[in-house]
């Protein structure tokens, strides 16, 4: 099973680029740039920041803390985008979405066009690499393709990036939620700009950061404006709150997917006192994701990390959306923050909910499906087809194998 989950075309539509940069990586950028770490070994980092097990998110976030300021400048940014795809590509993950917050990155020698700029030249040398390997160029293997998701994030202070600071301080006679709201509509109006006259390979608008006591209505403004402009759209929601975060996510900002999504069942956790029947209003909102095939991108690992109340990847909430045969995703989040790859995450889900046949082909084909694929619709469906036409081959040399031999 291990080597058929290895060698099977794989995607990943939720992974953060500041939660995968190779630690040897950041230990270079480090001591280049002189930047503080508590440790400067692969083993010491392994140990006091990216580690097996967190207490909760707030633990779990440290880790970013020491990757962003690695990010700052062009050539940084290129080297990890570079190194990042390369990643994927060697564990079979053939399609792409990476993710991150351009704002955290925009400095004195880095304008928003610079940022974006330096992460799609490190994907794409290494989509031109391997899409030049004659196995693939003879149509034996997929190529490798990637989109770029922009996050905006529900709130910021100071002391986070120069942009965020140079930001707070002109608009600092502004209420917070609106200084926020603004930031993301900012965000937006760039990164449609970028995508239409640069021809970056901007595929998608995202919106991550504490959701308690941020909503995501909040952000309407910035998504709105994403909606009218044709950019497709993905939420983090229902990762530590209710169901209420899935519901603005979708009915307020057009999510087409939603980001974690594992409160989604949790009625328990309804707060507004307008809901009569929390029990009801879950099923419904279920049920409504289910009839729009609205995509969870489902984090396991991240999730077990961030939320140790949760106790077995088999008490994940995983498994109440396969029941509701739900649209999802097997994703990473965060590569190095949460030590693990597609390759494994798949096999994680495998093992916990026993995954197997049309189902497990159906979550893997979804990853594709409902991808932001940067090209056109006809331009997907053909190479939808070819992931799919390598899996079944795969999937029937591997069946043929596990048949018992006939003796002679």
Same mark, same amino acid.
């Given at each position: 099973?291990? *080597?058929?989950i290895?060698?099977i075309?794989?995607?990943d539509?939720?992974?953060?680029?500041?939660?995968?940069?190779?630690?040897?990586?950041?230990?270079?950028?480090?001591?280049k740039?002189?930047?503080k770490?508590p440790?400067?070994?692969?083993?010491?980092?392994?140990?006091l920041?990216?580690?097996?097990?967190?207490?909760?998110?707030?633990?779990?976030?440290?880790?970013?803390g020491?990757?962003i300021?690695?990010?700052q400048?062009? *050539?940084n940014? *290129?080297?990890?985008?570079y190194e @990042?795809?390369m990643d994927?590509?060697?564990e079979?993950?053939c399609?792409?979405?990476?993710?991150?917050?351009?704002?955290?990155?925009?400095?004195?020698?880095?304008d928003?066009e610079?940022?974006?700029?330096?992460?799609?030249?490190?994907?794409q040398r290494?989509?031109?690499?391997?899409?030049?390997?004659?196995?693939?160029?003879?149509?034996?293997?997929?190529?490798?393709f990637?989109?770029?998701?922009?996050?905006a994030?529900?709130?910021?202070?100071?002391g986070?990036?120069e942009?965020?600071?140079?930001?707070?301080?002109?608009?600092?006679?502004?209420?917070?939620k609106?200084?926020?709201?603004l =930031?993301?509509?900012?965000?937006?109006?760039?990164?449609?700009? =970028?995508?239409d006259?640069?021809?970056?390979?901007?595929v998608?608008?995202?919106?991550?950061?504490?959701?308690?006591?941020n909503?995501?209505e909040? /952000?309407k403004?910035?998504? /709105? @404006?994403?909606?009218?402009?044709f950019?497709?759209l993905t939420?983090?929601?229902?990762?530590?709150?209710?169901?209420e975060?899935?519901?603005?996510?979708?009915t307020?900002?057009?999510a087409?997917?939603?980001?974690?999504?594992y409160?989604? @069942?949790? /009625?328990?956790?309804i707060?507004?006192?307008?809901?009569?029947?929390?029990k009801?209003y879950?099923g419904?909102?279920?049920?409504?994701i289910?009839?729009?095939?609205?995509?969870? *991108?489902?984090?396991?690992?991240?999730?077990?990390?961030?939320?140790?109340?949760?106790?077995s990847?088999k008490? /994940?909430?995983?498994?109440?959306?396969?029941g509701a045969?739900?649209?999802?995703?097997?994703?990473?989040?965060?590569?190095?923050?949460s030590?693990?790859?597609?390759t494994?995450?798949?096999?994680?889900?495998?093992?916990?909910?026993?995954l #197997?046949?049309?189902v497990?082909k159906?979550?893997l084909?979804?990853g @594709?499906?409902?991808?932001?694929?940067?090209?056109?619709?006809?331009? #997907?469906r053909t190479?939808?087809r070819?992931?799919?036409n390598?899996?079944?081959?795969?999937?029937k040399?591997?069946?043929?194998?596990?048949?018992?031999k006939k003796?002679?």
């Open positions: 099973m291990k *080597e058929f290895q060698r075309p794989k995607s539509l939720h992974v953060h680029l500041d939660g995968s940069v190779r630690v040897k990586t950041l230990i270079d950028i480090a001591k740039d002189k930047l770490l440790s400067y070994s692969e083993e010491g980092l392994n140990k920041l990216f580690k097996d097990h967190y207490a909760n998110l707030v633990e779990y976030l440290q880790c970013f020491a990757t300021p690695a990010m400048s062009p *050539e940014l *290129e080297r990890i985008a @990042f795809a994927n590509i060697n079979g993950v399609y792409v979405e990476v993710r991150f917050a351009p704002q955290f990155h925009m400095n004195k020698k880095m928003f610079r940022v974006l700029t330096s992460v799609s030249k490190g994907m290494a989509q031109r690499e391997y899409n030049n390997r004659t196995e693939v160029k003879s149509g034996e293997l997929p190529k490798f990637f989109g770029i998701i922009v996050c994030m529900r709130a910021f202070g100071k986070l990036s942009y965020f600071d140079m930001f707070l301080d002109a608009h600092r006679y502004s209420d917070d609106m200084v926020h709201a =930031a993301s509509y900012e965000l937006v109006k760039a990164s449609v700009q =970028a995508r006259t640069l021809d970056l390979p901007i998608g608008f995202d919106l991550a950061g504490a959701e308690a006591g909503p995501a909040d /952000h403004l910035a998504y /709105h @404006f994403a909606h009218k402009n950019m497709h939420v983090h929601a229902g990762e530590a709150y209710g169901p975060s899935i519901f603005q996510a979708i307020d900002l057009y087409d997917r939603i980001g974690h999504g409160y989604l @069942f949790a /009625h328990d956790k707060s507004d006192p307008e809901i009569d029947d929390p009801d879950v419904r909102l279920a049920q409504y289910a009839d729009r095939r609205v995509t969870i *991108e489902v984090c396991l690992t991240s999730n077990l990390q961030t939320n140790p109340t949760i106790g990847l008490k /994940h909430q995983f498994g109440k959306m396969l045969k739900l649209s999802t995703t097997i994703c990473t989040d965060n590569r190095t923050v030590k693990t790859s597609v494994q995450e798949i096999h994680r889900a495998i093992n916990a909910f026993n #197997k046949g049309e497990l159906d979550i084909v979804y @594709f499906k409902r991808s932001f694929f940067p090209g056109t619709y006809a331009e #997907k190479y939808v070819s992931v799919i390598r899996y079944e081959l795969l999937e040399r591997f069946s043929e194998n596990d048949k018992p003796k002679k």
